[in-house]
């Protein structure tokens, strides 16, 4: 249901995750984003259509040297059972039913592609004419892309750098997707009734939503069903992505383990446990789970900060988010190993909402990160 009476100028966030679908619809009021609904449909999806034997960040760490040569191609496998018609169709379904249930009334919407799917780098380029740049800038990116460099969708953007360094070189970001991923997500909106506008990274909604306009650095880590994201975002742009293949389904299995229980009995024993208070639940028997998080942590920072014109920089904060991010042992066992500011972050501080809700929106608002985000791309 509507959460506000008059119909005005409408945003719509639709994030298709492995764990079902969620949908923001934000309306301009004031010149402030203020919610109209949203919506959540569980259901397991497999949203990473295109595989890759190797991530973008192990190529880009090959060729600098930080990482040895695997022997594998690189090559990305494509599972193309996963882009036929009836997955569009099942996809377009949800999507339709979960418009139809939430009262949505925009019909142009942004989405965004999984990071696993997405190449994403930071290249330093000496200073040159806007032409000559692009040029090289296709003929460097076709050296790391795991795929024929006709076969991906590739934009970048200038970043800011520092004052002494602005006479010398130009730091570019570079995002590049599979063209076939782009039309498939295209063809499922189609079919759901909607305009599909934008697409981008679940990593620029995240920092949209949980950093906005903080120009320090943080780290954003995102817990999904499947896997945890790691970025960290430097004057509100994510310059720096790497991937662990566990996530809630993790935790769930290892809560399972440690009580005897049935996995979907310890799923919602994980949901009760997380409305506890920190400190509350000793992170101790999650260790072994929990402590490739902190080295995955670790590493980032470390990659981060030996990275041209980053050396005299320094973290500030890590956010989380994801469905798994108000689990206690998670946030007490970060807090023990880092001497930062952790915290779970709110997509709804940037929003106005009915106050009466809060306790609603709370609940929810880990796992509607990437949808809020998405839904404040255009909003400006």
Request: with cysteine; hydrophobic share 40%; proline share 5%.
């Amino acid at each position: 249901m509507g959460l506000f009476g008059t119909k005005k100028e409408s945003f719509l966030g639709v994030d298709i995750g492995a764990n079902g679908i969620k949908i923001v619809e934000l309306h301009k009021s004031k010149e402030r984003p203020q919610l109209w609904t949203y919506g959540i449909v569980e259901q397991g999806l497999d949203i990473h259509v295109l595989r890759a034997e190797k991530t973008a960040g192990d190529l880009i760490e090959e060729r600098t040297g930080s990482r040895p040569k695997q022997n594998n191609s690189g090559a990305l496998r494509r599972d193309t059972s996963l882009i036929e018609e009836s997955k569009v169709q099942e996809y377009a379904r949800l999507l339709t039913y979960l418009v139809k249930k939430s009262k949505i009334q925009a019909r142009r919407a942004t989405s965004s592609l999984p990071v696993s799917e997405v190449f994403h780098t930071i290249i330093n380029f000496p200073k040159m004419d806007k032409k000559h740049r692009d040029d090289l800038v296709k003929a460097e990116i076709a050296k790391l892309l795991p795929r024929p460099v006709e076969e991906m969708q590739i934009v970048h953007q200038e970043l800011a750098t520092a004052p002494e360094d602005q006479k010398k070189y130009t730091r570019l970001l570079v995002t590049a997707a599979p063209k076939e991923l782009v039309a498939f997500y295209t063809a499922i909106f189609q079919k759901a009734g909607l305009q599909l506008i934008e697409l981008e990274t679940e990593a620029f909604a995240l920092a949209r939503s949980l950093v906005g306009k903080d120009n320090s650095v943080s780290m954003l880590i995102d817990l999904g069903a499947e896997r945890t994201n790691f970025f960290i975002v430097d004057n509100g742009i994510p310059v720096t992505h790497r991937s662990l293949q566990m996530g809630g389904h993790s935790i769930d299995e290892a809560l399972a383990r440690l009580l005897a229980v049935p996995v979907e009995k310890a799923r919602h024993l994980k949901q009760d446990l997380s409305s506890c208070g920190e400190n509350e639940i000793s992170f101790k028997p999650f260790v072994t789970l929990l402590d490739p998080i902190s080295k995955e942590i670790q590493y980032n920072f470390d990659l981060y900060l030996k990275q041209i014109g980053n050396q005299n920089k320094r973290p500030e904060k890590i956010i989380l988010t994801g469905g798994s991010s108000l689990f206690p042992p998670l946030i007490d066992y970060i807090k023990k190993t880092f001497p930062l500011r952790v915290f779970v972050g709110d997509p709804w501080a940037r929003v106005l909402y009915q106050e009466g809700i809060k306790s609603v929106l709370d609940e929810f608002g880990p796992r509607m990160s990437v949808a809020v985000g998405l839904a404040l791309r255009n909003f400006n």
